[in-house]
């Protein structure tokens, strides 16, 4: 049953995203906030989905911490579950993602037109000017932007070591960090087809202010709060991985 159940799903999914991506050419033209709402409502009918046909539902923690003014969110990833719910909790974002997935046929297009910060994972200092450069502009356009730190999904029960680009963004730019901490790879698990029902909690943090603080200690402050969350959240301490990789 999980299996069928998945695998309705996962065709759906794709359908969706392949209608949303077709709109997401249409809708180019349009101001970013207005052509954001309607793209991000592919995000929104996955959840629907997600729920209806395999049983996945959420709750949120700390709403009241989401600010007016455009911040960094630092989220930790540990599904692909979080890619859509973060469209639908918080306002307007980009995020900051490799390259490649914007070469993919139909999503890819979606993808592009929402702005996101796509960096070579390779070009070192020159993927973090970038994300400086690009962040800065979305930033004072009133434009979250979102990082996942950790570079790759990681499997429950583990950290990752933080890539340093959102903490100098966030410090480059004097805005404040929120961190964002979340046990959704108990119901989709990394690289998993499997959706097992259940209910995933997310947690957001109050924000983090950068100003007179290295972006190596905004690092270290919001990945000892996800690692506390996650501990919370998950009965036990995660195992920190050296295991990175850009995204």
């Given at each position: 049953?999980?299996?069928?159940?998945?695998?309705?799903?996962?065709?759906?999914?794709?359908?969706?995203?392949?209608?949303?991506?077709?709109?997401?050419?249409?809708?180019?033209?349009?101001?970013?906030?207005l052509r954001y709402k309607i793209i991000s409502q592919w995000a929104i009918s996955n959840l629907w989905l997600l729920e209806k046909i395999c049983g996945i539902r959420y709750q949120i923690e700390g709403v009241e911490n989401i600010t007016a003014e455009a911040c960094v969110?630092?989220?930790?990833?540990?599904?692909?579950?979080?890619?859509?719910?973060?469209?639908?909790?918080?306002?307007?974002?980009?995020?900051?993602?490799?390259?490649?997935?914007?070469?993919?046929?139909?999503?890819?297009?979606?993808?592009?037109?929402?702005?996101?910060?796509?960096?070579?994972?390779?070009?070192?200092?020159?993927?973090?000017?970038?994300?400086?450069?690009?962040?800065?502009?979305?930033?004072?356009?009133?434009?979250?932007?979102?990082?996942?730190?950790?570079?790759?999904?990681?499997?429950?029960?583990?950290?990752?070591?933080?890539?340093?680009?959102?903490?100098?963004?966030?410090?480059?730019?004097?805005?404040?960090?929120?961190?964002?901490?979340?046990?959704?790879?108990?119901?989709?698990?990394?690289?998993?087809?499997?959706?097992?029902?259940?209910?995933?909690?997310?947690?957001?943090?109050?924000?983090?202010?950068?100003?007179?603080?290295?972006?190596?200690?905004?690092?270290?402050?919001?990945?000892?709060?996800?690692?506390?969350?996650?501990?919370?959240?998950?009965?036990?301490?995660?195992?920190?991985?050296?295991?990175?990789?850009?995204?």
């Amino acid at each position: 049953m999980l299996f069928a159940r998945s695998l309705i799903f996962a065709g759906l999914h794709i359908l969706t995203a392949i209608l949303f991506s077709v709109i997401a050419v249409l809708v180019w033209p349009l101001p970013f906030k207005l052509r954001y709402k309607i793209i991000s409502q592919w995000a929104i009918s996955n959840l629907w989905l997600l729920e209806k046909i395999c049983g996945i539902r959420y709750q949120i923690e700390g709403v009241e911490n989401i600010t007016a003014e455009a911040c960094v969110i630092m989220c930790k990833h540990q599904s692909s579950w979080e890619t859509l719910a973060l469209q639908k909790v918080l306002p307007p974002q980009v995020w900051v993602l490799k390259r490649e997935l914007l070469w993919i046929p139909f999503f890819g297009w979606g993808l592009a037109a929402l702005k996101p910060i796509a960096i070579d994972r390779d070009a070192g200092r020159k993927a973090l000017t970038q994300v400086i450069d690009q962040g800065r502009e979305r930033l004072s356009s009133g434009i979250w932007v979102v990082i996942f730190p950790e570079g790759t999904r990681i499997p429950r029960g583990q950290m990752g070591k933080f890539g340093i680009g959102g903490a100098r963004l966030a410090v480059e730019t004097g805005v404040s960090v929120i961190p964002v901490a979340h046990d959704a790879g108990k119901a989709w698990p990394r690289h998993g087809f499997i959706k097992y029902p259940g209910v995933i909690n997310l947690v957001i943090g109050a924000k983090i202010e950068t100003q007179d603080k290295s972006a190596m200690d905004v690092n270290k402050e919001v990945y000892q709060w996800i690692e506390q969350q996650m501990t919370r959240l998950e009965g036990y301490q995660p195992m920190s991985t050296s295991l990175r990789k850009d995204k």
